[in-house]
């Protein structure tokens, strides 16, 4: 058996061979037999096929000359082979014989499978340079194994052209797969991943983004060999396109100078909206008497947890505020009949249809795939068999019905499991997450669009809180804010813990005190840690590992207490940028000029109203609860002055 290239052997298969003669024969001289190899080495995963010792054929060179010819023929229209080192025979540049080969996956286009039930199973390997590499022909064994082999390298999906064909990276299955890489991703693997898919591995799996990164990168590339750490930041950034966090690249941009923001204020927060709070606000047949005071009380300090069940289905829309009760079960009926329908869609379908339907047998792998490791240390989706798990299935698999063009992408698992944990409920669950989805949607499409926007304003709301640590970073290649793309993508869900994102989530979704809280919620968490990034003089790598390793080590109170401050700072300066007006949801606010009529400016009026009013009614429900009758007050009377959107 020759011995496979220095490396870490993660696949072999004996038997594999290439049958170089097409004579109508059973001559046996016509298979070449090897031995096929994944192996990882430092610069990249390779594919070697070694051929295998064998009896000096006895029909001697003129045959063997045969099989030159015709591999020559081969190569003239696909495979190019290494040169020559003597006059007469081809050999590989560790000396294996001519009908050895190996390749880079970073190199690999496509692999052609064969038709099902048509004999051996065989593979053929297309690398980028349209080089057709020869079938290899599993005669001892199955391809199926080294396919899951190489998709520890590289994504893998099926062509919509033809089924037999697999894809290397296609976006689809790259975005689907990201959070894959964010779970189990090793370290090598996840190296590969950047090199030919930043989008993927910056989205996920930073955890595993060790010292030697750059080097790596530069490492099997001639391209990027002499290449300064600066640019591999704009190799980065080239993954995502669009994205471009320069204000000054942006159509109609507003160049964000020092402004002087005023004093932060103290913030603090109220004890979570009581049973009774909750009742007392509920006129005789169900109405909310007073959404805006109940959402104020939920911003200022969240749910006690028996009326999480209830309220955030008010919260997430699936409930209209000013609806009956009577009109809410009716509600549930019809929505009940609309859910199992929808499920019937999905639970009727044959396993012939199901073959048939390569976007359906996708979707279903990776639900199964994810609801498998979504929060199994939560009791409530802990142990086998568990109808925690069953009912986290049937959901998602509803979803798909639901909204087949998005389907299911990896991380949306991780959107529903706070939801029916707390709704304890098939029917409401769902219809409270296609309520939150509908807030996510453009998180999980394959454009992106939704990510590249916020990336863009957390960068600008960054940069007017503190433009010297945005300085910092961007001397540091990190400017794009990468690190932040797991926080955005799925609220925070892997940064706090199970019952902190129960918190985090209900507060988020009053929509108050502005528009894209959740931005000032990032830059509270940025601020808290900016310290020690720049005391320790923090570089790429450092920053990325120390942004990740705070999962789970977060105050949600806090955190809170601090982007509350911040929004509010921002909402009492009378300079704000236009730029983060609009962020904000202030769009309609006239930015003033330190020349303006304080006192009478019209533009000043509205703004300043607007900051006053959110103090006025947040700040008595954090003193005594005797004063939350009169905040409430305050709510009915300004409620028209909210800075939410209408």
Known sequence: MAAPASGKVVYEQEGVFIHSSCAKNDDQDSLISGILHVIEKDSSSVVEWTQTPKEKSPRGSDHQNNYE???DMVNTVSYKKKPRSNGDATTHANGESKWSF????????????NKEGMGWSYLVFCLKDDVILPALHFHHGDSKLLIVSLEKYVVLCESPQDKRILLVNCQNKSLSQSF???????????????KKDPYTATMGGFSKVTNYIFDSLRGSDPSTQQRPPSEMADFLSDAIPGLKINQQEEPGFEVITRIDLGKRPDVIRREPLSAEEWTK??????????????????????????LRKEVWKFLLGYFPWHSTREERTNLQKRKTDEYFRMKLQWKSVSDEQEKRNSRLRDYK???????????????????????GLILLHDILMTYCMYDFDLGYVQGMSDLLSPVLYVMENEVDAFWCFVSYMDQMHENFEEQMQGMKTQLIQLSTLLRLLDSGFCSYLESQDSGYLYFCFRWLLIRFK????FQDILRLWEVMWTELPCQNFHLLICCAILESEKQQIMDKHYGFNEILKHINELSMKIDVEDILCKAEAISTQMMNCKELPQAVCEILGMENSAVTTPD?????????????????????????????NGTRENAQQMAVTHSANRLTPT
Request: glycine content about 6%; charged content about 30%; proline content about 3%.
């Open 494 to 497: 892997r940064e706090f813990s």
């Open 365 to 387: 792998s990776l639900i199964e795939k994810d609801v498998n490791r979504t929060d199994r240390t939560n009791k409530f989706y802990e142990g086998q068999d568990n109808p």
């Open 102 to 113: 190996q390749f880079s996956l970073t190199d690999l286009k496509s692999i052609k499978q």
């Open 281 to 306: 606000n509920m006129d005789s047949e169900g109405r909310i008497l007073d959404a805006d005071s109940i959402k104020q009380m939920i911003f200022k300090g969240g749910l006690c947890h028996a």
């Open 69 to 71: 010819a015709e591999w």
């Open 180 to 194: 894959e890489n964010l779970l189990d991703e090793p370290t090598y693997g996840l190296i590969q991943k950047l």
């Open 596 to 624: 303006s009529d304080t006192g009478e400016d019209e533009g000043v009026t509205v703004m300043s109203r607007s900051a006053s009013t959110y103090q006025n009614i947040s700040m008595p429900v954090s003193a005594a």
